[in-house]
């Protein structure tokens, strides 16, 4: 038989090994983005603490300052996946939950909505 034959009959097999590569890979990266999760929200607490140990805090205060990082993290997470919005306009739409201008992106809003929503 001929490359192309071999190649084709083993095709099968090629598709199956591909996939457990691809779950091996993601399992193998699952640890390096659950430390990274547990680093953020560990910075986070420092953070807050720092805060508090340094100001007189409200929990007012506390409150904006945990509103600012959900804005950033929801505009950020939404970034990776190529969501087109710019930080302004998803701090917007979190806090009025109205699209300003005519919604070319309403996809990218509901995927910030969602996140928002998940977070």
Sequence with gaps: MG???DALCDLPFAAT???AKA???ASALLPRVETAERENFTALNKLKQLFIRNRPASELSVSRL???WRFEHV???TAIEGNPLPYPT???FLETRLVSGAPQHFDAYLEVLGTDEAL
């Design 23 to 25: 779950a091996a890979e």
């Design 3 to 5: 490359h192309v034959t």
């Design 17 to 19: 090994r591909g996939v």
């Design 66 to 68: 945990l509103k600012e």
């Design 90 to 92: 998803v701090r917007a």
């Design 75 to 77: 505009h950020h997470s």
